[in-house]
């Protein structure tokens, strides 16, 4: 098989830049490992900045996030035992978020892809990458005890933080920067409504807390839990009993239980690959970086990489200049490293440390009493959590 652009990868990293492609006449096929269905069913972000949105709509496919999505101009947090609104919309000049889930947002883009009538290779075994240093490189895949050969003038590798592009990259022309966190997140989906029209983010005596939503009738919630917790020894009410200890009077006492539709804990890792361009191999979303799920940020950021290398396909097809392609690695990362800190300094600045002392509580509290009471401050918060502008320090 022959085609532009090989993406490996059906997440919403693969899934949005083989729909934009398609829009702008490139031909691109998708390989994917597991089934949609296991993509579909994993359960992961719920926030999108306004240049997702954007992206959506420029792949056209925006239309029901545009009905179902919900908008909010605000979070709150709650520490010491109270309650503070971050009026994002007025902080920033009217800029929103959007609640819409990844779940809905691949749903999406799957379904126009599957309209579309464009090949997506599910369920393919043992994909390897080859000759990504030439200008003819290609793809290798099993796919029911058949070995097959796709040939391309580009890889996109959109395969996640496990995938195999990255790994496929050769050590030496590789640089990794992580840090892994001393806690995980425990998540609960539920038919039940949200707690509170905007999300709010806990910093507690006993840990980190979030409660979030997907709808007017469906609720995330996040506990901070020690990585050597398990799934299967969270029961649903016990997880209820340690939202509640979280909460204020006011939560509290508001708050609808019911039965969980999904329940897991994720690690948390702050990543960063450089370069994120080997040849014509390009790593974009989960596969160059990964952040911990405190400002929102992994999916957007997963949006705008794609934003990036398409602009830079693009150009190469229709100027033949490969200057995007030339700068993809450097403008993605100046934008990632943005992101990566605002994730790490929110991580920090929620969650309860498990080596530190009781002064770190303090210093907590004293710096969300300051943000909270600066108009500088409060600035921080919002014009990072809407996610800063495309072209924000050029
Ligand atoms: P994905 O979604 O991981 O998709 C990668 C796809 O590549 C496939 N794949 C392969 N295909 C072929 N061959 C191989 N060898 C392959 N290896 C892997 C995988 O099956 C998969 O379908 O990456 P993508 O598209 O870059 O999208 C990124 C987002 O999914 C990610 O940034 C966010 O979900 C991160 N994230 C969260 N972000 C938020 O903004 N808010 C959250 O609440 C939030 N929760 C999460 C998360 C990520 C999690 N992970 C990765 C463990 C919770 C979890 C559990
Ligand atoms: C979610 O709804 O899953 C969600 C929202 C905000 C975050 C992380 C996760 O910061």
């Known amino acids: 098989m022959r085609t532009q652009v090989a993406i490996v990868g059906a997440g919403p990293s693969g899934l949005l830049l083989g729909q934009l492609l398609h829009k702008a006449g490139i031909d691109a096929v998708i390989v994917e490992r597991v089934t949609g269905d296991y993509v579909l069913g994993r359960i992961r972000a719920g926030i999108l900045e306004q240049v997702c949105i954007d992206l959506m709509d420029e ?33 920033t000049g009217g800029k929103n978020v959007m609640v819409y889930g990844q779940t809905e947002l691949t749903r999406d883009l799957m379904d126009a892809r599957a309209a579309a009538g464009l090949t997506t290779v599910y369920e393919a075994q043992n994909v390897a990458v080859h000759d990504f240093d030439s200008t003819k490189p290609w793809v290798t895949y099993e796919k029911d005890g058949q070995q097959h050969r796709i040939d391309c003038d580009f890889i996109a590798g959109c395969d996640g933080f496990h995938g195999v592009c990255r790994a496929s ?6 640089k990794e920067y992580e840090k892994v966190y001393p806690f995980g997140w425990l998540g609960l ?24 939503q997907r709808s007017k009738t469906r609720s995330r919630y996040y506990l901070q839990v020690p990585l050597t917790d398990h799934v299967e020894d969270w029961s649903d009410d016990a997880f209820w009993q340690e939202l509640k200890l979280r909460l204020d009077e006011e939560a509290r006492a508001k708050l609808v239980t019911g039965p969980s539709l999904e ?7 702050s990543f960063v690959t450089e370069p994120l361009r080997f040849g014509r191999m390009f790593l974009a979303g989960d ?3 990964i952040v911990p799920p405190t400002g929102a940020k992994g999916l957007n950021l997963a949006a705008t990489d794609v934003k990036y290398l398409f602009d830079a396909i693009v150009e190469f097809y229709k100027d033949k200049s490969e200057a995007g392609i030339d700068d993809y690695s450097r403008k993605c990362l100046a934008r990632i490293w943005r992101a990566e800190r605002f994730s790490w300094w929110f991580t920090q600045l929620m969650h309860r440390f498990p080596d530190d002392g009781p002064i770190t509580a303090k210093f907590q509290s004293a710096e969300l009493d300051y943000l909270m009471n600066s108009e500088a401050g409060l600035k921080t918060i919002a014009e990072n959590y809407v996610g800063l502008p495309l072209d924000f320090g050029g």
């Open 169 to 174: 990259a050769p050590r030496s022309a590789i």
């Open 287 to 289: 596969a160059g970086h």
């Open 263 to 269: 329940k897991s804990i994720a690690p948390l890792r």
């Open 59 to 91: 792949a056209g496919v925006g239309a029901r996030m545009h009905k179902e999505g919900l908008i909010h101009g605000g979070i709150e947090m709650l520490f010491d035992g109270k309650r503070h609104r971050v009026d994002m919309n007025k902080l």
């Open 189 to 212: 989906l539920s038919d039940t409504p949200p707690v509170n029209d905007e999300l709010i983010y806990v910093n507690s005596p006993r840990g980190f807390a979030l409660c979030s």
